[in-house]
């Protein structure tokens, strides 16, 4: 079992900047991938962006790019997400995911594992 606790979350100005963190702990080995998702109120759950957890090759949605970048600390079994230019559409709660085998990178239903979700509010 691999367990994820996500963290950074919080109010920001539009035009502002947020890092999203996401712990794992647990059988990382077993980790393959990770990805984050958001869904805000009344929406279905989007993909953001995900990361070979070896390699460290990134995947993002193009409604991100060029605002938000995936990372992670191998070391350190953190995952991070740093977000740029929010605006108030990003307004989410964003969740980190983990699979432990290779498949489509943009459908939660292909990640094992799910953290807790942390909110992010974007104001004007």
């Known amino acids: 079992q691999v367990a994820l606790v996500e963290s950074g979350g919080g109010l920001v100005q539009a035009g502002g900047s947020l890092r999203l963190s996401c712990a794992a702990f647990?059988?990382?080995?077993?980790?393959?991938?990770m990805g984050w998702f958001r869904q805000a109120p009344g929406k279905e759950r989007e993909f953001v962006a995900a990361?070979?957890?070896?390699?460290?090759?990134?995947f993002s949605a193009s409604s991100i790019q060029g605002r938000f970048a995936i990372s992670r600390d191998y070391a350190k079994k953190t995952m991070y997400l740093q977000m740029n230019s929010l605006k108030l559409e990003d307004t989410a709660v964003y969740s980190c995911?983990?699979?432990?085998?290779?498949?489509?990178?943009?459908?939660?239903?292909?990640?094992?594992?799910w953290g807790q979700g942390t909110q992010v509010t974007v104001s004007s």
């Open positions: 995911s983990a699979r432990r085998t290779f498949g489509v990178l943009d459908i939660p239903s292909m990640y094992d594992y």
């Open positions: 647990g059988r990382t080995d077993n980790i393959y991938g």
């Open positions: 990361i070979n957890w070896n390699s460290g090759g990134t």
